[in-house]
């Protein structure tokens, strides 16, 4: 890495559902259309994350968790607290250990000089390998097309000193861009925030450079557990077991090797007798 | 109102200690991963066919040195057309085709598929030059050494596809890591023997008895061993399309197995065997990739064994910071 390593922050105590990040991708990056139906999931008619789908803001609405202090946020209509909304935009984690990339047998999808992943299209030749390995279910091949789209942090902002789309459009900075060391301080300072004014329930997911991927480049602060919002609770890549999986091939492979090799020396040589009836 | 009352059902209101265990939280019951785009035709026809011919080229070998020479020359036949037919169900799955050479632009052992391209790139060739040098009887020092490095190469083709398959996010074969290059093993060597009793004749035909009898025992070993291991996404091994499959293959593995070593001495009873050990080896790969494709499209199989991870730890969220 030759700049330092950047991601995004998403916040999302403060995520007003406007979409507008799903818009600017989709602007920034001329991905094509995929689909105009409606869900019935909320105001959520985007549904997931996908090849033509590089933010996806999802909507949750939901009883009030019991005897919290209220957000002054989520508060407006204070006394009749009923439900909860909870929104939260998703995006490509970046991971430090990133499955799709370790899979892709082109070389196609590769690491920045900013710690990002990006897929090369000029190189991809749609296999299809990195769909699977994604422990988040991100990265997906475009119909039609065949081969295999993903966010890109904007990388052709990056390098000419820009935000991402993504982030320049947010109107609440609930997306939030920059190194990711300072990200990190600041979201731990946030999540100490939240904790003091009542919102026990707020927790960091992806902040950790220990959990299952070595960090993701990109983390959320969330009010709910992480299935809820359609992560996975406790992804790890799956390229982690892969030394074990090279041996457990190996020792397999000399199994069939040495167990068919058994079966010729009992049986001996034909019409000789030896092993027939 | 409707969506309210989704909401309501799908998630656990709070954190109530009454619900039990299995339930879970999700997003709409949306799956959390993404499956394959995979073509089952292709792949878990790729996965058979490829195990048929790479355990067929230690067959093949085996007899050849044994002066088995008619079921040697077939089995050549055999390991030659499966690894062809390999080579164009893969290219056919590609998203873009025309760029199949770029599977050897790299050299890449965190990717299997990398080092599938490059296996098989050096497999293929050695497999057929000794199917050409064994059917037309040109070069048989050549050929010799062709069947020798396909017989080396061979299990490695047969097996690295549970590492293919196991290297993914999918809990049915990710959580079987361990297991799948045995079962896969094992399924490939009964279809070699199953296509050797097929082709070859009865009186060369005891190590292919010997070896269907191997695997089967083998096969059922591993299968039992992956859903042991895989807990509660065993699910996806015993119910719908995978099921039905894998107890398919369990009863035609094990009919083929008994008929090859009762009554495989004579001709007709040892081809219904070879047929039926290699009918269920292509049943066996078939369920295995329908077992995945169950365990991605649900979310269940995703958040339930790595929520029971995270409480067995004490955590919350993934990196929960809730003091």
């Known amino acids: 890495m030759s700049e330092e390593r950047v991601g995004f922050f998403t916040d999302t105590t403060v995520c007003i559902g406007c979409k507008a990040c799903e818009v600017a991708c989709k602007e920034w990056n001329a991905i094509p259309e995929d689909g105009l139906s409606l869900s019935a999931m909320s105001y959520d008619n985007t549904q997931a994350l996908g090849a033509s789908t590089w933010r996806h803001v999802a909507f949750i609405e939901q009883p009030k968790p019991e005897g919290r202090t209220q957000l002054p946020l989520a508060d407006e209509e204070s006394g009749d607290g009923e439900m909860r909304w909870l929104m939260s935009s998703d995006v490509c984690k970046h991971c430090t250990h990133a499955a799709c990339l370790d899979v892709c047998p082109t070389g196609s999808l590769f690491r920045t000089e900013f710690g990002t992943v990006v897929v090369q299209e000029d190189i991809c030749n749609g296999c299809g390998y990195c769909v699977p390995a994604c422990p988040y279910g991100v990265i997906e091949q475009r119909p039609h097309d065949g081969r295999a789209f993903k966010c890109t942090l904007c990388y052709d902002r990056l390098g000419a000193g820009q935000e991402p789309a993504c982030a320049k459009a947010c109107p609440t900075e609930s997306i939030q861009f920059g190194p990711l060391d300072e990200l990190r301080e600041r979201a731990a300072l946030r999540v100490d925030q939240l904790h003091e004014a009542g919102t026990t329930e707020a927790r960091l997911y992806g902040a950790d450079p220990d959990n299952g991927v070595g960090g993701d480049g990109a983390f959320f602060l969330l009010l709910d557990r992480p299935e809820v919002y359609g992560l996975p609770p406790d992804p790890v890549v799956t390229t982690r077991d892969l030394p074990t999986m090279w041996k457990h091939a190996g020792v397999a492979a000399l199994s069939v090797l040495g167990g068919l090799a058994a079966c010729f020396a009992v049986s001996g040589r034909p019409g000789t007798g030896r092993g027939r009836r | ?323």
């Open chain 2, 1 to 323: 109102m409707s969506i309210t009352e989704r909401a309501g059902r799908r998630r656990r209101r709070g954190e109530q200690p009454m619900v039990p265990k299995a339930e879970f939280q999700s997003y709409y019951g949306r799956p959390v991963i993404k499956a394959p785009s995979w073509a089952a035709p292709d792949i878990a026809g790729y996965f058979f066919l490829g195990g048929l011919a790479g355990a067929g080229s230690v067959l093949a070998a085996g007899a050849q040195l044994t002066g088995r020479t008619t079921t040697a020359t077939a089995l050549k036949v055999s390991s030659l057309t499966a690894v062809s037919l390999s080579a164009a169900a893969l290219v056919h799955d590609l998203g873009r085709p025309a760029r199949f050479a770029n599977m050897l632009r790299v050299f890449k052992p965190t990717s299997p598929m990398s080092m599938g391209s490059w296996l098989l790139s050096v497999y293929g060739p050695a497999a057929g030059a000794a199917a050409a040098s064994a059917v037309t009887g040109r070069l048989p020092r050549l050929g010799g050494a062709a069947t020798g490095a396909a017989a080396v190469l061979g299990p490695a083709v047969a097996t690295y596809t549970g590492v293919l398959a196991a290297d993914t996010a999918v809990p049915a074969w990710h959580g079987a890591h361990r297991e799948l290059p045995y079962l896969f093993g094992a399924s490939a060597t009964a279809a070699a023997a199953g296509m050797a009793l097929v082709t070859g004749p009865a009186h060369e035909n005891t190590p292919a008895r010997c070896a269907a009898g191997l695997a089967a025992l083998a096969d059922a070993a591993a299968e039992k061993a992956a859903e042991r291991r895989l807990g509660m996404v065993a699910e996806t091994w015993r119910e719908g399309r995978a099921g039905t499959l894998l107890r398919a293959a369990r009863v035609l593995t094990a009919a083929g197995a008994l008929g090859a070593a009762a009554f495989g001495g004579r001709r007709a009873p040892a081809v219904a065997s070879g047929l039926a050990l290699l009918t269920g080896s292509a049943c066996t790969r078939f369920g295995v990739f329908a077992a995945g494709m169950a365990s991605a499209e649900d979310p269940k199989y995703t958040v339930v064994p790595q929520r029971e991870r995270l409480d067995a730890e004490g955590g919350g969220g993934a990196d929960t910071q809730v003091e």
